[in-house]
């Protein structure tokens, strides 16, 4: 079975974030320890499921390794909205877990790499899983749920 594609939301003309979800591109990501890690940049997108696989995330200066590894892809299931904020928390990443994190380079997203990605995470996934999408670390309506827009 063929892996899903997936795309950026800003290269797919005729998608929107669903009216009911707020979108949540240029937020602060926030750790578990409340501290800033960066923001949201950019929505990664299974285009034929119609659904928000990921965060790209920009790291904050203050973590990044080199010019090219400042940003970070977050799935969607780790993550929730603030309920009142603009901010997007990720409990299981801090100000220093954040820095063994995989970094992303705006390549082609490979099992592999989000296999390491889950791995800094402290999930164990079932990457032999033909619906890998389907766990509940990529569940969309676990991360909007605080926060539907009126």
Not at 25 to 49: H, K, M, N, S
Not at 57 to 78: K, S
Not at 110 to 121: C, D, F, H, I, Q
Request: without cysteine; glycine residues 6%; charged residues 30%.
């Amino acid at each position: 079975m063929e892996a899903p594609v997936l795309r950026r939301l800003r290269d797919l003309t005729d998608f929107e974030v669903a009216d009911d979800n707020p979108d949540v591109r240029g937020w602060t990501v926030r750790g578990g320890d409340g501290q800033a890690l960066g923001t949201v940049y950019e929505l990664i997108v299974e285009p034929e499921a119609m659904k928000v696989r990921y965060l790209d995330v920009e790291l904050d200066g203050r973590f990044h390794i080199n010019e090219h590894e400042n940003h970070i892809l977050l799935p969607i299931g780790v993550a929730a909205l603030d309920a009142d904020d603009d901010n997007v928390f990720v409990p299981a990443l801090n100000a220093e877990s954040v820095l063994n994190y995989p970094p992303y380079v705006e390549i082609q997203i490979t099992r592999e790499y989000e296999e390491a990605m889950l791995r800094a995470l402290g999930q164990d996934a079932a990457t032999g899983n033909p619906r890998f999408y389907e766990q509940e670390f990529f569940d969309a309506d676990s991360f909007y749920s605080r926060r539907r827009a009126s």
